[in-house]
């Protein structure tokens, strides 16, 4: 016989069911002596169904009872947490009676929390010990078969069904169906599965979207499950206008420049987040939001509220820190995002660390267009690494345009540079490097994906006369996710760069290539492997690395990883082999991409090394 749970409602009031099994209780026992029976058991109920609070034990006093739950992992932690039993053990005012109606309903808590986990027809027992002090409830629950879903049906309605690329958005949301055939049936995926339907549906054009009818029906005797719902998609919505609130400093124009979408345009959730993103980025503001009502009278020019807090103008920050790349760190900067009264943003940068020290100058033009912003940077740079000791001055011009999932960047930077290997000559190199490159990036979060890919492409050169030797460079990186089940993913990473020329000699220090440390071959100090002049490592014209990482996610923020890196950089594709690291480590989930805590051995260092780093690589 199937089981409907459409439309169930559970009471989680242990005072409503206590008194609702008094009841019957009473009609089952119409006699005087029942009566006596019951009204003293309503007298003790009393209590506990008309006071705020239960009056406990103090926190001396021992427990009027302890419980043991019997049951598989699977379900124990649902059944601790779903049963008043447990709650109850150091009231004060426990009777007897009271303490039998708790196990009574312990059995049906404990079988309706299996049931939420999948297992519909558990088999459950409570007993009482008085031997022991205090005494001990016994629950014992067998669970049996999990119940799973064996058919799925999900009937969209609405204008998508006629519209075009209707079908596409419906197929779509049908392929992140997130409880699919084969998987257990639980409560709590069945109200996230149905919700995020709705929402994928919703993300695209039809912002109306809602649920409109759902049913599982539960067969105990097959442990099956059979899904319905159906989702009316509503009419599909255009951007309309932008409706600016918050603006005292700037004109709307700043606002309206960041816009990645036009009035008339489809709405798509991803278009207005990426219109947040980018006002958030700018520094103008401390807060950024922009919302579309889901009312289907708008749909034909749905307004867009943009409501905004500016940030102060003039920020100075600072900070003190540790990498493992570099040890101890410190860092002051200066901001002004509005320098000339027209959102012109300077910015101006200070870190030293024990390797490196650099001084960073920029300024940000305010957008003029929604494609692009352009910013004019000049750094100064000494780094003592491995060995190898340089100094580099470069300036010059960045455009970069505005959709982070398909972006280009245009760059021109003019190099001076020193490099001095121990016990080697000063070299001194100078370039005009211009470069472009651009980022595919088709994942689902872009700080902290889980599936996908990503993947970019430089490719640049620096011509002759104007610099020491003419030569090319390109880079390639590639990233993958793959979720291997609901808690593990598998994550790939391969990357390779080439300078192309007759050697190194005279080619910038910033445009070789040198790996190792956190964020590449982990198992090797920072910038550790490459080519070796001297007692140093020095850039190479050549970059390979690969890693594979498989992450087991124990709670929603955090996980534990076991990982494997190869890479090196050589002056000679024939030289280029690779060094091998692998180690375990932690993740946790943050604002701000990734925290990774890791525990690597570099097989060709034969050592230890601990690694920390935030966010992505590219």
């Not at 006093?61 to 419980?67: C, E, L, S």
């Not at 009574?104 to 808590?109: F, L, N, R």
Request: proline content about 5%.
């Amino acid at each position: 016989m199937r089981r409907n749970i459409a439309a169930r409602a559970l009471t989680d009031s242990p005072q409503v069911v206590i008194s609702l099994r008094l009841l019957r209780n009473f009609a089952e026992s119409i006699t005087v002596e029942g009566i006596l029976a019951f009204l003293a058991r309503l007298a003790s109920a009393s209590l506990i169904s008309f006071t705020a609070l239960p009056v406990f034990a103090d926190a001396d006093d021992a427990a009027r009872y302890r419980v043991e739950i019997d049951a598989p992992s699977s379900v124990k932690a649902a059944v601790e947490g779903s049963v008043d039993l447990v709650r109850w053990q150091t009231y004060a005012g426990l009777t007897p009676e009271l303490l039998e109606l708790l196990i009574i309903d312990a059995k049906a808590q404990a079988s309706d929390a299996a049931a939420a986990q999948g297992y519909f027809a558990a088999v459950v027992s409570g007993s009482l010990d008085n031997s022991t002090t205090p005494p001990t409830v016994r629950l014992r629950v067998e669970p049996g078969e999990p119940t799973r879903v064996v058919e799925v049906s999900i009937d969209v309605t609405g204008a998508v069904i006629q519209a075009p690329g209707g079908a596409d958005a419906v197929a779509a949301m049908q392929a992140t169906w997130q409880l699919p055939r084969g998987a257990v049936f639980r409560q709590a995926d069945w109200l996230v599965a149905k919700a995020a339907a709705v929402q994928t549906l919703a993300a695209s054009r039809y912002a109306a979207a809602k649920l409109v009818g759902s049913e599982a029906d539960i067969d105990p005797d097959t442990h099956a499950a059979y899904l319905r719902l159906t989702i009316d998609s509503g009419p599909p919505f255009r951007f309309g206008a932008l409706e600016i609130s918050g603006l005292e400093k700037y004109a709307e124009t700043t606002v309206r420049n960041l816009a990645t979408f036009a009035a008339g345009d489809w709405y798509s959730t991803e278009a207005l987040k990426e219109f947040v993103r980018r006002l958030n980025a700018t520094g103008y503001f401390a807060s950024a939001q922009a919302t579309v009502a889901p009312d289907p009278a708008y749909a034909e020019s749905a307004p867009v509220k943009v409501a905004l807090i500016e940030a102060p103008t003039k920020k100075f920050s600072g900070g003190v820190g540790f990498a493992t790349d570099v040890l101890y760190r410190a860092q002051l900067s200066f901001d002004n995002v509005n320098l000339d009264g027209r959102g012109l943003q300077f910015r101006s940068d200070l870190r030293v660390d024990s390797k490196q020290q650099d001084a960073t100058v920029k300024f940000t033009l305010a957008p003029r267009t929604p494609a692009y912003t352009d910013s004019f940077i000049a750094k100064l740079d000494h780094t003592n690494i491995s060995g190898l000791t340089t100094k580099d001055v470069a300036f010059g011009w960045t455009r970069q345009t505005a959709d982070a999932r398909n972006q280009t960047t245009y760059s021109t930077f003019y190099y001076v540079s020193k490099q001095e290997p121990a016990n080697v000559v000063l070299e001194h190199s100078h370039a005009l490097y211009a470069e472009v490159g651009h980022a595919w990036r088709r994942v689902d979060d872009l700080r902290a994906p889980t599936q996908g890919y990503a993947f970019s492409a430089q490719l640049g050169g620096g011509p002759p006369a104007v610099s020491t030797r003419a030569f090319g460079r390109g880079i390639a990186q590639l990233a993958g996710w793959v979720p291997l089940d609901i808690k593990t993913q598998l994550a790939l990473r391969a990357e390779a760069g080439a300078v192309i020329a007759s050697t190194s000699d005279g080619i910038p220090a910033p445009l070789l290539f040198r790996t190792g440390g956190d964020t590449t071959v982990r198992g090797y100090a920072f910038q550790s492997l490459g080519p070796r002049v001297g007692d140093a490592t020095v850039g190479g014209r050549y970059y390979a690395l690969a890693s594979a990482e498989v992450v087991r996610w124990i709670a929603a923020s955090w996980g534990i990883a076991v990982f494997v890196d190869a890479g090196n950089a050589a002056d000679r594709v024939h030289d280029l082999k690779p060094v091998y690291g692998y180690g375990v480590g932690g993740r946790l989930r943050t604002p701000i991409g990734p925290f990774r805590l890791d525990l690597a051995y570099g097989e060709a260092a034969k050592s230890l090394r601990v690694h920390l780093s935030v966010g992505l690589s590219f």
